[in-house]
């Protein structure tokens, strides 16, 4: 048991080198849970590391986790800090970003202080600086804090107001915001408006503005030589600061929401699924599912979207296959499903997004990377390529049959032979549809009534955007054959086009919605046998049999073939089984 807590006195005692970037967080026994998890994504990308234990239980734990602990930091010498909550998930390493390689930031290499942002504006963020003239305030989950005497005196007058900050709503946060505005002690709440007035002139005098300034004016003006270094063409901007008794230039910037992840533009805007750009960190913020007892909901929000990394102990019967490839086998049943109701109604099925829990290589990976180079920067699980997961030749066809069309052509029948392949779209291209309206004027919803109805058609679902416009509900019955599902989507069609406007264009003149939305779900319990079963196992085998050399690094058993050769990988996923044949070929009961 730890009786005391070490205290670091010198930067060499500090894990990591001397100029190496270190990362620190804070913790008491409270948050255990989301300091775990913090702790098990900084290990993953091997960052410097140490925890500001509380507590002397927060002190035994980071001992059993790995990670160094410390009861409070002095001076760190010429080392930029990353200090970031526990309720924040690093994705990548953030060092080209503070260092000021990454294009577009090169200012924030002369940045005193960096700090995230509560800003849920893409477009502000980007315009503003980081949404730097909204009043919002400014987020102390991930900072950046350069080692010099005007940061130390910043921190040193944060660490003042924080003691007393807890009283009529302020908090350390916004004891920060206000103290990065040049504001006073207790500006919210605990001052008069004759206080305020007052200091605002102290703080005219001490910044030497003139007495007509007001007081937005005062907030930081943008730099244009950074701590005497001059203004990088294409660089976001840093602001110079006057605050009065500790910098009269206090050189701060504000990264990047696109970087460092709030937990609105993450869980609930999804900015990185519009821009594609993976955030650096997540923080969980915006959320209302926590309790005393436990962060329940941002772990949940971690969860959903894979970035939890502590071990469930309800899950580790499951963990002997790894996680990627039941996530894989799952994947591939759910489009098995699909792509046979696709045949059934002769239908080209558009693919949903594709994620993956470890990248795809010919060789052995590390911790589900391809090896140390790649560790650091890799993003699990991460929105992964085609290719990572299914044949995509295989959808296109056998050999002969692709050589008869033109070059890279695909099938276009969803119900020809399994030697012609399946039609399909990526998500990419039902995202381009976005502004082709007549595509969306002509669309309905496919669902099971699972009462034997063959339609509904009269609801027409919520209208969020032209994605989300899916158009009247088309009720067809639940477990029924291929045969009556292309009878009552016949049937459901002929009223639904008796339901439609007169067309706009000659495109949604058709008998038939020119787009179906179904949820993979919906599309197995629609489909209860197949006329063609046989059929539907060649065509799967075509389009979902792949040969993966799944090998971690971590995986060290001995595997022989029958021929005693020693078999260095685990081969492929399970081939999704096709549905039932049904008792005749005309659509009759599941065998």
Not at 119 to 131: K, R
Not at 449 to 454: E, N, Y
Not at 542 to 562: D, G, H, I, N, Q
Request: glycine letters at 8%; a neutral charge; hydrophobic letters at 40%.
């Amino acid at each position: 048991m730890i009786s005391a807590l070490k205290v670091t006195v010198a930067a060499v005692l500090l894990p990591g080198q001397r100029d190496s970037i270190l990362h620190v967080t804070f913790a008491s026994s409270s948050v255990t849970e989301l300091l775990h998890n913090w702790a098990l994504h900084v290990q993953r990308l091997r960052f410097a590391a140490v925890v500001a234990a509380i507590d002397l239980e927060t002190a035994a734990f980071c001992e059993e986790l790995g990670v160094d602990a410390v009861a409070y930091l002095l001076r760190l010498g010429q080392r930029p800090v990353v200090v970031s909550d526990v309720d924040v998930a690093w994705l990548s390493d953030p060092t080209p970003m503070v260092r000021g390689t990454l294009p577009g930031l090169a200012d924030f290499a002369h940045a005193d202080l960096l700090a995230s942002s509560d800003c849920v504006s893409a477009e502000w963020d980007v315009e503003d600086d980081g949404c730097f003239h909204t009043l919002i305030d400014r987020n102390t989950g991930v900072l950046v804090v350069r080692p010099n005497d005007k940061s130390a005196a910043f921190l040193g007058e944060w660490a003042e107001r924080t003691a007393g900050a807890f009283q009529a709503w302020e908090t350390d946060q916004t004891a920060f915001d206000d103290l990065l505005r040049g504001r006073r002690r207790g500006h919210r709440r605990a001052s008069t408006e004759a206080e305020r007035e007052a200091w605002l002139q102290r703080k005219k005098d001490y910044c030497g503005l003139p007495p007509t300034t007001s007081e937005e004016s005062t907030m930081g003006q943008r730099s244009l030589r950074p701590n005497g270094v001059p203004h990088a063409t294409g660089s976001r901007y840093l602001y110079d600061v006057c605050i009065p008794g500790v910098s009269r230039a206090f050189t701060f910037g504000i990264m990047p929401v696109s970087l460092v992840a709030n937990g609105h533009t993450f869980f609930v805007q999804q900015l990185q699924t519009q821009t594609g750009v993976q955030p650096m960190a997540v923080h969980a913020t915006y959320q209302f599912g926590d309790l005393a007892d436990c962060a329940f909901g941002k772990r949940e929000r971690f969860r959903e979207w894979g970035l939890w990394r502590v071990p469930d102990d309800s899950l580790l019967a499951s963990l002997a296959v790894p996680e990627h490839v039941e996530h894989v086998n799952a994947l591939l049943r759910r489009l098995a499903a699909g792509v046979a109701l696709g045949r059934a109604l002769n239908r080209t099925v558009v693919l949903p997004r594709l994620y993956c829990y470890c990248d795809r290589y010919w060789a052995r990976l590390t911790e589900c990377t391809i090896g140390r180079q790649a560790l650091p920067t890799q993003p699990l699980p991460f929105r992964c390529p085609m290719d990572h997961l299914l044949p995509i030749g295989g959808w296109h066809g056998a050999e002969a049959n692709r050589l008869a069309r033109p070059r890279c052509a695909g099938p276009t029948r969803p119900d020809g032979p399994p030697e012609e392949g399946f039609p399909y779209r990526t998500a990419a291209w039902l995202e381009r549809l976005r502004e082709s309206a007549p595509f969306f004027v002509s669309s309905a919803t496919v669902r099971p009534d699972g009462g034997g109805r063959s339609d509904s058609a009269t609801s027409r679902g919520p209208r969020h955007g032209a994605l989300l416009a899916h158009g009247h509900t088309i009720s067809l019955p639940a477990g029924a054959s291929d045969v009556r599902l292309r009878e009552a989507f016949r049937e459901a069609a002929g009223r639904w086009s008796r339901r439609q406007p007169p067309p706009a264009v000659p495109l949604a003149a058709s008998r038939e919605p020119t787009l179906l939305h179904v949820s993979l779900e919906d599309a197995a319990s629609l489909l209860g046998c197949t006329s063609e079963q046989p059929v539907l196992a060649t065509l799967f085998q075509r389009l979902f049999s792949t040969r993966w050399c799944y090998r971690p690094e971590e995986m060290t058993e001995v595997r022989k073939t029958a021929n005693g050769t020693v078999d260095v990988c685990v081969w492929g996923f399970e081939l999704p089984a096709p549905p039932k044949q049904c008792a005749s070929n005309a659509g009759g009961a599941p065998l």
